[in-house]
């Protein structure tokens, strides 16, 4: 497994703003990930954090509005741009790895409330 | 197209009784199927998997079936304890990525 941090835990941010989200890993893992869990809803794949190169995003994300950020194997950013109300979600990063089970371990989660 | 589905929002089950949550799947390419655990304010906890070539994995309290032929696999806590109350997610994975369904929340009462 991994310990996986967060900052910040939480956050209410006006419409417009953007807010950078970090994550932190205890360990050198494979893969990073960034997921989105709205109110009421699943967790929700954006991207795959690349180390070195630009991320990899799911079908209805785009790099402007969620730029991610891997400068090594242990941390990664993400950050939510030009927020509007339906941004209010929790933002978790997850990592694999590499056991044969593909388990994800899972950080703590930002949540975010966009006025 | 939600490929993964569980279809009960909630369940409510006494303290020491089994409790069973299901999950139904569309897509026969996973290759792993796992449950994961989360409480409120905290990220989501790994529980247990199973790989789609097998059709019963235990851990503890914890056994997880998978029912290829019907696309289902379902989760039982056995026996159930109050510390076991969460939002419980399956999830299947499709190599390195993982889809999960929308959770059922589990309560456990004396």
């Known amino acids: 497994s991994a310990v996986i941090s967060q900052k910040p835990s939480r956050d209410i941010c006006q419409r417009g703003t953007s807010l950078t989200i970090q994550c932190q890993v205890d360990?050198?893992?494979?893969?990073m990930f960034w997921y989105r869990q709205q109110p009421g809803q699943s967790l929700t794949l954006i991207a795959t954090a690349n180390q070195g190169s630009e991320a990899t995003y799911e079908s209805g994300f785009v790099i402007d509005k969620f730029p991610i950020s891997r400068p090594n194997l242990t941390f990664s950013t993400l950050t939510v741009s030009n927020m509007s109300p339906e941004d209010s979600s929790i933002y978790l990063c997850?990592?694999?790895?590499?056991?044969?089970?593909?388990?994800?371990?899972f950080g703590p989660g930002t949540r975010l409330t966009v006025t | 197209d939600q490929q993964v589905k569980q279809n009960s929002p909630s369940l409510s089950v006494q303290e020491g009784r089994i409790s069973i949550l299901n999950c139904d799947y569309t897509?026969?390419?996973?290759?792993?199927f796992l449950w994961y655990k989360k409480y409120p304010a905290e990220g989501p906890t790994f529980l247990i998997s199973i790989s789609s070539i097998k059709d019963k994995n235990e851990d503890g309290r914890f056994t997880v079936f998978l029912n290829k032929s019907a696309k289902h696999l379902s989760l039982h806590i056995v026996p159930s304890q109050p510390g076991d109350s969460a939002v419980y997610f399956c999830a299947a994975s499709l190599t390195d990525k993982l889809i999960f369904g929308t959770g059922t929340r589990l309560q456990v009462f004396p």
């Open positions: 360990s050198q893992v494979t893969m």
């Open positions: 997850s990592v694999y790895t590499g056991t044969s089970a593909y388990e994800q371990y």
């Open positions: 897509n026969s390419m996973f290759d792993y």
